[in-house]
């Protein structure tokens, strides 16, 4: 699978954007989902913002993102551009789906299902966007 940079780049959220209050809010009451026992992946986590606010919550968060991540940083403790192993209890994707190509998101559904635990959940957060899929 390729990733188009360019789409990424001309539509990434400001590194001072806000983490999404609703994703959050579901998170954080969603009755089968407890921090204490909850690993989560953030799966195009661009600067952190989901992940940190997750971990402030309680979650073990992993972030993973191959644009704005770093390759020799923990993915446990930042973006990093190296997929964690395993699989996860929760993988979610925030503002991604809507900045890469059509062929590219069906890879990025299918990895995002193969890193989830059967038993788990995948979510996705997508914002409208004016950009017609290639």
Same mark, same amino acid.
């Given at each position: 699978?390729? /990733?188009?940079?360019?789409?990424?780049?001309?539509?990434?959220?400001? +590194?001072?954007?806000? %983490?999404?209050?609703?994703?959050?809010?579901? *998170?954080?009451? /969603? #009755?089968?989902?407890? %921090?204490?026992?909850?690993? *989560?992946?953030?799966?195009? +986590?661009?600067?952190?913002?989901?992940?940190?606010?997750?971990? #402030?919550?309680?979650?073990?968060? !992993?972030? /993973?993102? %191959?644009?704005?991540? #770093?390759? #020799?940083?923990? %993915? /446990?403790?930042?973006?990093?551009?190296?997929?964690?192993?395993?699989?996860?209890?929760?993988?979610?994707?925030?503002?991604?789906?809507?900045?890469?190509? !059509?062929?590219?998101?069906?890879?990025?559904?299918?990895?995002?299902?193969?890193?989830?635990?059967?038993?788990?959940?995948? *979510?996705? *957060?997508?914002?409208?966007?004016?950009?017609?899929?290639?």
């Amino acid at each position: 699978m390729t /990733y188009d940079k360019s789409l990424a780049k001309h539509t990434a959220l400001s +590194a001072k954007t806000r %983490p999404s209050k609703e994703l959050l809010s579901f *998170i954080g009451t /969603y #009755e089968d989902i407890n %921090p204490r026992n909850t690993v *989560i992946l953030d799966f195009g +986590a661009g600067n952190g913002r989901h992940s940190n606010a997750l971990r #402030e919550m309680g979650f073990t968060v !992993y972030s /993973y993102d %191959p644009f704005n991540g #770093e390759l #020799e940083v923990d %993915p /446990y403790e930042e973006v990093s551009v190296v997929l964690p192993k395993g699989k996860f209890d929760l993988v979610l994707s925030a503002f991604v789906l809507n900045v890469v190509s !059509y062929e590219d998101m069906l890879g990025i559904l299918n990895r995002m299902e193969s890193l989830t635990k059967d038993d788990g959940f995948t *979510i996705h *957060i997508v914002r409208e966007d004016l950009r017609k899929l290639k």
